[in-house]
Each structure stands twice: as C-alpha cells, then as structure tokens.
C-alpha cells in the first residue's frame, strides 16, 4: 500500500476535484458532470473542515475525494470517488475509514453510499466492510432523432413553462409524490429552493 496523505479541501481545490470526478464518469460512464459552479455551490453547503476530504500520494496528486452529509434520524450518506490512474493504492479504504468515523463522531448508527454497477472493485470494498445493497437505481437515456413525436397528454392535463411564483406548489408536489420512497427524507421549502433553484445550473427554459 502506498503512503496516502489526508487533508481537508479548499476552494483552491476545486478545478482538480472537478478534474477528477470527470476522470471517474469517463471510465465507468462515459459521461463527464462535474462542473465547478456546482461543485463550488455543493461546498458552499457543507462544513469543509469536518465533512470532507481528499486523500493525496507523495507529490500531492489527490486520488480520492469524499463527503459525508446528514441525512437526519442518526443516518448519513458518504459519496466518494478514487481517480482511476490511482485505483489499487488503498484510497478507496482510506476515504470509507474517514467517513465512518466522522459518522461515529455525529452519534451515526448507518452510513449509506452509492456506487456504479461497473465499478467491480467498490463493490468488494463496501462488501468486505459489511455494506450490502439496499436498492438499485438505472441511468436511462435516448439518442434523440430528427424530431420527436407529439406527447399525448391525459384528459385535464397541459403542460406550461416553469414560474417562480409555482415553486412552492411544485415543492409540495414533489414531496408528495417521493413520500413513500425508499429512504425519503422532507425536505423543507427553503432548502429546495436553495439545492434546486438557487443553483449555478438553474434554467427554468428547461422545466
């Protein structure tokens, strides 16, 4: 195992955090999302000093990065990611160690994290520490064609472009519709706006 360093994160941190994370999606998904406005956003959220970290190897290269947010009733949710040149050095362990922990610290009884399914060697870490899978979630897409067929929408039904002055009804809507998923937690008004609305990547051209 290489010699690993911890630290916490700084906002000078976010273009290689940002480069990470795309480094990741490349490999398992093909995709590339993480941005910094809303990576930048998501700190301005979290107490940088005691809920995240990176892990770095000699000659300060980060490899890992994590986070772990409170989910409410003593549950907590780690979300990490290991750069794929820096797979196999023991990051991956280092980031569960230092969440679990934490979570300890804040009274936790459950720590929940998420993985990709091709991401063989997560599995095996969480499942050799004692995580088992509790659900699985599906990514869909369509490759789009030269013009999509008119929705046929129910009787009563009609769509308009999103207002503001909905978003409290488009708040309680939503709440109503998740609250018998698995996990649900309410989220009050205030904080919708601030994760959703208040965001870098807020179009309402696209609600």
Same mark, same amino acid.
């Given at each position: 195992?290489?010699?690993? %360093?911890?630290?916490?994160?700084? %906002?000078?941190?976010?273009?290689?955090?940002? $480069?990470?994370?795309?480094? %990741? =999606?490349?490999?398992?998904?093909?995709? $590339?999302? %993480? @941005?910094?406005?809303? #990576?930048?956003?998501?700190?301005?959220?979290?107490? #940088? $000093? @005691?809920?995240?970290? #990176?892990v770095l190897v000699p000659g300060g290269r980060i490899a890992g990065y994590a986070t772990l947010e409170d989910? &409410?009733?003593?549950?907590?949710?780690?979300?990490?990611?290991?750069?794929? =040149? #820096? *797979?196999?050095?023991?990051?991956?362990?280092?980031?569960?160690?230092?969440?679990?922990?934490?979570?300890?610290? *804040?009274?936790?009884?459950?720590?929940?994290?998420?993985?990709?399914?091709?991401?063989? !060697?997560?599995?095996?870490?969480?499942?050799?520490?004692?995580? !088992?899978?509790?659900?699985?979630?599906?990514?869909?897409q369509i490759e789009l064609g030269e013009e999509a067929p008119q929705p046929d929408w129910p009787e009563g039904?009609?769509?308009?472009?999103?207002r503001e002055q909905d978003a409290r009804e488009l708040h309680d809507a939503i709440e109503d519709a998740f609250?018998?998923?698995?996990?649900?937690?309410?989220?009050?008004?205030?904080?919708? *706006?601030? @994760?959703?609305?208040?965001?870098? &990547?807020?179009?309402?051209?696209?609600?």
């Open positions: 195992m290489s010699e690993l %360093f911890v630290r916490r994160p700084t %906002f000078d941190d976010l273009d290689a955090v940002v $480069e990470l994370g795309n480094a %990741f =999606e490349r490999v398992f998904t093909g995709a $590339e999302s %993480f @941005r910094v406005p809303e #990576l930048a956003h998501e700190w301005g959220r979290l107490d #940088l $000093e @005691r809920d995240a970290w #990176l989910r &409410g009733e003593s549950r907590f949710t780690a979300d990490g990611y290991v750069h794929p =040149e #820096l *797979r196999g050095l023991g990051v991956g362990s280092k980031l569960v160690e230092l969440a679990e922990e934490r979570a300890r610290e *804040r009274d936790g009884t459950v720590v929940t994290t998420g993985i990709i399914t091709a991401d063989e !060697a997560a599995a095996e870490l969480l499942a050799r520490r004692g995580y !088992a899978p509790v659900r699985h979630f599906y990514r869909m039904i009609r769509p308009q472009p999103f609250r018998d998923h698995w996990d649900h937690r309410p989220r009050p008004f205030e904080l919708f *706006r601030q @994760r959703v609305i208040e965001t870098p &990547g807020y179009d309402p051209g696209l609600w």
